[in-house]
């Protein structure tokens, strides 16, 4: 189970809901009509059903697995073992990696692995292999989109719904004391389509960009430490070439990161 999704999702909430209590409000103003909640849930849900089609929505349950379990990815574990399983080949032959091939926790290694054992040509497990990653980006890409999709709805739904609170108090007003709970109701929609997307719809999003950006990256070094066992190189040469690679990446990202941050800046 990924702690920080879930600690992250309850701190964010927690927070807004201990400021809005410390500032004098009460759970039962923000619980007590259901309409902005129907509002700002069904309109969003709308907006997303007719954005996307079905075979795209499909993925959201594996999405929201994939945002809240963890996926053990040790960059350092994995290099070391690919290091370990071409010493095992250079010293008893590839055909001793077939147990390997069956248990190893890892599904590309597991699936390289298998390939290397069949003999099969080099370009075609890297072609089978890359196909297999850019796969499992896609499937991520498409649900990020979806997160990010309800993230820019659910404010506009927001929004929505206290305009139509207004109507309605702007429409009677003929009982002056009433119109402060009334518009203090009117813009509980706003705060609930802000607080959703800010705090759950685009994090998500987030969350699973970050989870495939680490995939893709260790995937890489799977497929390169895997073609390196089948070309039988040096498993000390093996494993520095994938600890150049994995430094070389990171500061890639890094300095994408960087980048970026002076573009906004800028």
């Known amino acids: 189970m990924d702690i920080s999704s879930i600690v992250g999702l309850v701190l964010g909430f927690g927070a807004v809901?201990?400021?809005?209590?410390?500032?004098?409000?009460?759970?039962?103003?923000?619980?007590?009509?259901?309409?902005?909640?129907i509002i700002i849930f069904g309109g969003t849900a709308g907006a997303v059903l007719l954005s996307f089609p079905m075979s795209e929505l499909a993925k959201l349950p594996t999405?929201?697995?994939?945002?809240?379990?963890?996926?053990?990815?040790?960059?350092i574990e994995i290099i070391n073992q690919l290091a370990e399983l071409s010493e095992k080949?250079?010293?008893?032959?590839l055909?001793?990696?077939?147990?390997?091939?069956?248990?190893?926790?890892?599904?590309?290694?597991?699936?390289?692995?298998?390939?290397?054992?069949d003999g099969i040509e080099t370009e075609v497990i890297k072609d089978i292999l890359?196909?297999?990653t850019q796969l499992h980006e896609s499937i991520h890409e498409s649900s990020a989109k979806i997160f990010e999709a309800a993230g820019g709805f659910a404010p506009t739904m927001g929004v929505c719904g206290t305009v139509l609170g207004m109507i309605t108090i702007l429409a009677d007003m003929s009982s002056p004391e009433e119109l402060g709970p009334k518009i203090s109701v009117a813009f509980i929609a706003t705060l609930l389509g802000v607080g959703f997307a800010n705090l759950a719809f685009l994090p998500m999003a987030g969350k699973v960009k970050a989870k495939a950006t680490k995939e893709a990256m260790v995937s890489d070094l799977i497929i390169e430490g895997l073609l390196s066992i089948q070309a039988g190189e040096n498993p000390?040469?093996?494993?520095?070439?994938l600890n150049l690679a994995l430094l070389e990446k990171m500061s890639k990202k890094g300095g994408a990161k960087q980048a970026a941050k002076e573009e906004v800046e800028g």
Do not use: C, M
């Not at 809005?20 to 923000?30: A, D, H, P």
């Not at 999405?63 to 053990?72: C, D, G, M, N, R």
């Not at 080949?89 to 032959?93: E, I, M, V």
């Open 130 to 132: 890359v196909r297999e």
């Open 89 to 93: 080949a250079r010293k008893d032959g």
């Open 17 to 37: 809901l201990v400021g809005y209590l410390l500032e004098g409000g009460s759970l039962g103003q923000l619980f007590h009509e259901p309409s902005p909640f």
């Open 95 to 117: 055909l001793s990696l077939e147990q390997d091939a069956q248990t190893n926790e890892n599904d590309l290694i597991r699936k390289g692995l298998a390939l290397v054992v």
């Open 236 to 241: 000390r040469i093996i494993k520095e070439k």
């Open 63 to 75: 999405a929201l697995k994939y945002i809240f379990s963890e996926k053990k990815l040790n960059e």
